[in-house]
C-alpha cells in the first residue's frame, strides 16, 4: 500500500500565496515522477507542474512563472509554491507520484486532494 498525504490548502486573496505539501510513504522502492494536478468544477483534471527524480519540470503555461515545484527525494515529499494567484488558480489540487513498489511493480498514487480557493 502507498499513502499520500496532502496539506496546505486553503482560501487566499488574488495576489497571495499558499505552499502545498504531499507526503508519501508505504511500500515504496523507488518514486520516478511527483506531480500536481487541478480539477475546478466542469472542467476536467489538468496537470500544473512534474517533477522527475533527476529533476526535470514541466510546468502548464497558465503557471509558468508563478509556481515552483520542489520535492526532498530523502521525505519522499513534493512541494508546489504558488506565487501571484489568480482566481481562476481556484481548483482541487491532487498530487500524484508515480513510483516502483517494494515489490518491484509499477504504481500510481492519489492524493485525497486540497482544495484552493483564491477570492477577494
Known amino acids: 500500500q502507498v499513502q499520500l498525504v496532502e496539506s496546505g490548502g486553503g482560501l487566499v486573496q488574488p495576489g497571495g500565496s499558499l505552499r502545498l505539501s504531499c507526503a508519501a510513504s508505504g511500500s515504496i522502492l523507488k518514486i520516478n515522477v511527483m506531480g500536481w494536478y487541478r480539477q475546478a468544477p466542469g472542467k476536467q483534471r489538468e496537470l500544473v507542474a512534474s517533477?522527475?527524480?533527476?529533476?526535470?519540470?514541466y510546468y502548464a503555461d497558465s503557471v509558468k512563472g508563478r509556481f515552483t515545484i520542489s520535492r526532498d527525494n530523502a521525505k519522499n515529499t513534493v512541494y508546489l509554491q504558488m506565487n501571484s494567484l489568480k482566481l481562476e488558480d481556484t481548483a482541487v489540487y491532487y498530487c500524484n507520484v508515480d513510483l516502483v513498489r517494494t515489490d518491484y511493480s509499477f504504481s500510481s498514487a492519489w492524493g485525497q486532494g486540497t482544495q484552493v480557493t483564491v477570492s477577494s
Open positions: 517533477r522527475t527524480s533527476s529533476g526535470t519540470t
